[in-house]
């Protein structure tokens, strides 16, 4: 995770080694060698890995979002799990930046950090978003729902938008300026998908749609 920090460059501030374990090399920082035991005190994992860093966040904002194609926008998202995934789906999709409205959990939060696999440090992030604030990223706004729009597979992608996830509780807010809905079809029991499953299954339909697909 470490090395994927460094690629996606950001800083790292310090290195945490325990006895055995090695700093990664080209990280860069402040390296600190722990006493033995130490890092299982200090983890927020029953089974640590043997070198922890502190890393600095970036200070990024709709404005660093140049001309943006494809955005994902999560509102009041609070599964840490959740988020980790989208992170991923976005990443490798090549989404150009998700925005996190307030009230969505910390991107930072190691659980977030873990189940995005690395994808954090590569996919543009701007946290505590508010409401208002949509309008800069000069896009229109496409919400999900299990019940009304057209389907994702038949919408147009292919156009420039920000697709909007609602909250995993409550859905999207209804004082959201949504423009246009799109639907997820289903035929199962449930109510509606898991917002990350959900959010993977329209970026990448507006990828193939993009491709010519």
Partial sequence: MIEEAVAGGWEIEAQFVDPKGRPVAGAGGHVLDLAPHVMERIASTESPQPVLAVVRNPQTSIADLVE?????????????????????????????????LAGSVDPFNPKVVRASAGALFHVRVVVDVAMHELQQLGLPLVGTSSHRGTPYTTSDLSRPFALVMGSEAHG?????????????????????????????????????????G
Avoid at 77 to 93: C, K, Q, W, Y
């Fill in 172 to 212: 999207i807010d209804d004082q959201l300026p949504i423009d246009e809905w799109v639907s997820i079809p289903h035929v199962g029991r449930a109510e509606s998908l898991n917002v990350a499953m959900a959010t993977t299954l329209v970026v990448f339909e507006a990828v193939r749609q993009r491709a010519g």
């Fill in 68 to 100: 943006p194609s494809l955005v994902v926008v999560c509102d009041r998202v609070a599964d840490p799990g959740n988020l980790g995934t989208i992170l991923r789906s976005a990443e490798a999709a090549g989404v150009d930046g998700v925005v996190l």
